[in-house]
């Protein structure tokens, strides 16, 4: 791997990698407020390129300093990385409600957050792989944390990758507690594929 | 005489995006904005016929730009361009004055079939 | 994602067919439309059984309500869901892979619901695919379980490192103790002798003295005589004149007194320290607290001093059966304690008293107190609120070893910014452990 494939992205591509993001969400809250039958507020798309030294403090200051439930899930194809959704707030019996669990059923609130984690992540990412033209696919998400502060979520010796590109975006409920970050990390080695399909994209237009 | 369209969005992509798909044989001259209090400011200092209007921007989002145009009962047409197109969102903007609503991401067919549709080009 | 939903070759539909997964699909009234082999020797339901029903009658015992929502978000959002059997262990209830190690209850599955999408995009079907995860379900347990062990053994270690811990700082402070208190023996030995012959040769020194001074005296009567000899007579003056004789006669003697009562002194401290080591002495034997008091305030006395009065309210303790150098350690620690918790000026009061059974010694300061939240800690070995140099944290933990050992009773009260109270109480005669069954409280 030559350093020039490491090479963060230019303005322009970050600009249009948060369009897109913007119009992945978009199309993620249509899909989620079109199963849940609930309006959701969505924020800007956040990008940063980070260390991975502070990746845990970036975390920390985007979701707030308290405990939190997390949910990784990886995207592979041809482009790829790894998503936390982390929740805060979001009472149980909401969550149950809206993936539709019974009430006598004593399904572990982990199901429910790997649920909501899936779906949020399936279709975010879904819109911007479409925008893209990427075709890629989705492992089974599993618990990162339960109750746990966000700066313990990703710990810098354990990530592979020296920087990595840090998407944030935030997802809210307008008539429920639920509030959730979706925080998309791709490794460095994946900036140049992203770099040139964000190309082939401000090309387009 | 040349028609005033207002170019509101917080993206330079998205703005140049709009740009690219508005007809070419459109007598218009354009200005821009990258955010809710920048498209006041510029509707208030001068003539804007047309306002394309992002809805999630930072400081004061699309929603509250409106909101304002109808306080002050402030007239040009204003078309909602966003991503966020849940249907409440749609219904909201145009109860609010909006008289049209499209899709990013937006293409030059759309909007032409827009601007068609509401007589704004003929 | 778009899978043309073609017809696949026969190869493909083999291999669905006869995968050792689960694979079925269905339509979005939920009709069955695809059931493979895996499926149906599970279910023990055929292909001809199932297909073009509703999957939800085949299957009552499926989670209706819930699994049709996950279908539905597969239809509207295109996108793949799943389940784990770590939150679900099961959608089926299928017979596991284990008839006869066994283990668990069912089936352990992982399921993926997968969008099988037309050529305009559209999911049309959703395909389960359903994987037996028991054996790992079962290592799982497995691991757990031996986590659970481990750490249960982990804490048991724990509790044994610091009980060792514990044994240490008792050992290291007894240690150190022992050794100052041969240190002692040893000094109070050497001092012993020469103390002796200073002692007595000061005593002859003092009749010497006395008898030479009389000696004097007596020649004085003669000055009279020796009016006829002024020249013999003046030179005796002026020599009384120059030393000061009268002067030089009280000195003299209040020199040797006071030298006397120095030694005397020495003496005492020297008895004080073997007292208080008792090297020759650590085993049980009748002792009288309060003199043990006595001489271990002897030897913290240059602490106290300059600082506190000392009180003393002793109720005239009878001899009780223990290891007195061990207590008096204990009482040592109480009174340096006391004298620390004082910063400028205060009282320290040995107060003691008696009943049939028992005796107590009290040690109580008009100090700094203790914290509440410290006050459950003090007993613990190496826990200090003094600065490196002055406190070690052992002092209490040792005392309360001793006391325990005694078995007796360490008990504190204090009230911060008004004093302490530690008080000793002691059983009168010695309780010989009964080997095997509890002490009784
Ligand atoms: N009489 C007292 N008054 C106030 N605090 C005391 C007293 N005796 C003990 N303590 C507290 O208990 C702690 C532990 O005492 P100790 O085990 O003797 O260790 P050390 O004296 O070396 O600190 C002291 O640091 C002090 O905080
Ligand atoms: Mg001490």
Known sequence: MTAETRTDLTEDQRDALQEIANIGMGQAGSLIGKIWGEFVNLSIPRIAHLDRQSIPAALTRLVGDHSVNAVRQAFHGSIRGEVVVVFSGGRDDELRELMGYEEADSVEEQELLLDVANILVGACLGGIAETLKAEIGFSAPSVMGLDISPALLIRPDELNSGRALFLEVRFTLEKKSLASHLVVLMPEDEFFVLGQALDTFLASI | MAVSVLVVDDSPIARKMLIRALPSDWDIEISQATNGIEALVAYRAGKVDVMFLDLTMPDMDGYQVLETLRKEDLNCLVIVVSADIQEKAQERVQNLGAIAFIRKPITAEGLAEVLKKYGIVV | ?????????ELLAFTVDRIEVGVFAVDRDFRIVLWNRFMATHSKRSVADVVGRNLFECFPELQQKWLERKINSVFVLKNYAFTSWEQRPFLFRFHH??????????????????????????????????????????YQGCLNDAIVELEQEKS?????????????????????????????????????????????????????????????????????????????????????????LDFLQSDMQSLISESLEGVHRVKKIVENLKDFSRIDNAEWHYANLESGLESTLNIVWNELKYKTEVKKEYAGLPEIECIGSQLNQVFMNLMINAAHAIAERGVITLRTGFDESSVWV????????????????????????????????????????????????????????????????????????????????
């Open chain 3, 362 to 441: 009290e040690v109580e300061d008009t100090g700094s107190g203790i914290k509440p939240e410290h006050l459950k800690r003090i007993f613990e070995p190496f826990f200090t609120t003094k600065p490196v140099g002055k406190g070690t944290g052992l002092g209490l933990s040792l005392a309360y070893g001793i006391v325990q050992r005694h078995h007796g009773a360490l008990d504190v009260k204090s009230k911060p910014g008004e004093g302490s109270v530690f008080r000793v109480t002691l059983p009168r005669k010695r309780v010989i452990e009964d080997v095997g069954g509890g002490v009784g409280p």
């Open chain 3, 1 to 9: 994602m778009t899978m043309p939903v073609a017809p696949p070759t």
């Open chain 3, 156 to 244: 048991a270690q724990q509790i044994l490192i610091k009980k060792l811990e514990d044994a240490q700082g008792q050992l290291l402070q007894s240690e150190k103790m022992a050794s100052v208190g041969q240190l002692a023996a040893g000094v109070a030995h050497e001092i012993n002798n020469p103390i002796g012959f200073i002692n007595s040769n000061l005593g002859s020194l003092k009749t010497n003295v006395e008898d030479l001074l009389a000696v004097i005296a007596a020649y004085e009567r003669a000055d009279t005589v020796l009016a006829g000899h002024p020249d013999l007579l003046g030179a005796i003056k002026m020599a009384k004149t120059a030393a000061d």
């Open chain 3, 97 to 138: 892979n284990r008839p006869i190690t066994g283990g668990v209850d069912a089936m352990r599955q992982n399921c993926t619901l997968l969008p099988l999408k037309n050529a305009s995009g559209e999911v049309e079907l959703v395909c389960f695919t359903l994987a037996d995860f028991t054996d790992t379900a079962m």
